[in-house]
């Protein structure tokens, strides 16, 4: 992890090991790390997001089971898997719409 650069979070990440909003890289970066060694703590992460206004959960692939958790256990929340094949496509929305692209 020493060798990834990393910068300021645009946004709020919520760790795995410790269930709880980061937003400096140190931070991230060790949250990162702790998560080869720790167990994770889907459900109170996933219920800090909703907390924090989250009402849209993306899975990356490869498959659904977080989504299918967050439909069972998170009313009010829309989660969807994704296809591996969109995300250049979602990815290039995401960049237009904060501006990085033309």
Not at 8 to 28: D, Q
Not at 54 to 59: A, N
């Amino acid at each position: 992890m020493s060798s990834v650069k990393l910068t300021t979070p645009r946004m709020t990440y919520v760790g795995n090991v410790n269930a709880r909003a980061m937003r400096t890289k140190e931070i991230i970066a060790r949250d990162l790390v702790n998560n080869i060694a720790h167990g994770v703590r889907w459900y109170d992460a996933t219920t800090v997001l909703k907390e924090l206004g989250c009402d849209l959960f993306l899975e990356m692939p490869p498959g659904h089971i977080l989504t299918d958790l967050a439909r069972e256990n998170l009313p009010g929340v829309n989660s969807v898997p994704v296809e591996a094949s969109v995300l250049p496509s979602l990815l290039r929305l995401a960049q237009e719409a904060e501006g990085d692209v033309a």
